[in-house]
Nanobody, 120 residues
Framework: VQLQASGGGLVQTGGSLRLSCVASGSIFSIKSMAWERQRPGAEREMVAMITTDGTTQYWNPVKGRFTISRDNAKNMVYLQMNNLKPDDTAVYYC???????????????WGQGTQVTVSS
């Protein structure tokens, strides 16, 4: 299973970006999907998570600005980021809990990361 993230880039404060991540390989089903980030000099942190039925959770600093969504048919997860701030500068990683075969337990996979830089 591989996760490929895209959509990062350089944006000014107040701007928007949309991250995408596609999972491919031996996939029977995907449970939760999520976005994490690692800011310079900091530990990786959860940003947002979405379950199979669309239930979402957000880390408080991004509530109201970021929106996570998914397309189950395409094995994709998205992160719409609005009103970006310099403190959002980080490498963003997508995560998926993948069931590779029916009856198997889910295994966590992460993408390679995509850089988001917000200039002041």
């Amino acid at each position: 299973v591989q996760l490929q993230a895209s959509g990062g880039g350089l944006v000014q404060t107040g701007g928007s970006l949309r991250l995408s991540c596609v999972a491919s390989g031996s996939i029977f089903s995907i449970k939760s999907m999520a976005w994490e980030r690692q800011r310079p000099g900091a530990e990786r942190e959860m940003v947002a998570m979405i379950t199979t039925d669309g239930t979402t959770q957000y880390w408080n600093p991004v509530k109201g600005r970021f929106t996570i969504s998914r397309d189950n048919a395409k094995n994709m997860v998205y992160l719409q980021m609005n009103n970006l701030k310099p403190d959002d500068t980080a490498v963003y990683y997508c995560n998926a809990e993948v069931v590779e075969q029916k009856g198997f337990l889910p295994i966590g996979y992460w993408g390679q990361g995509t850089q988001v830089t917000v200039s002041s």
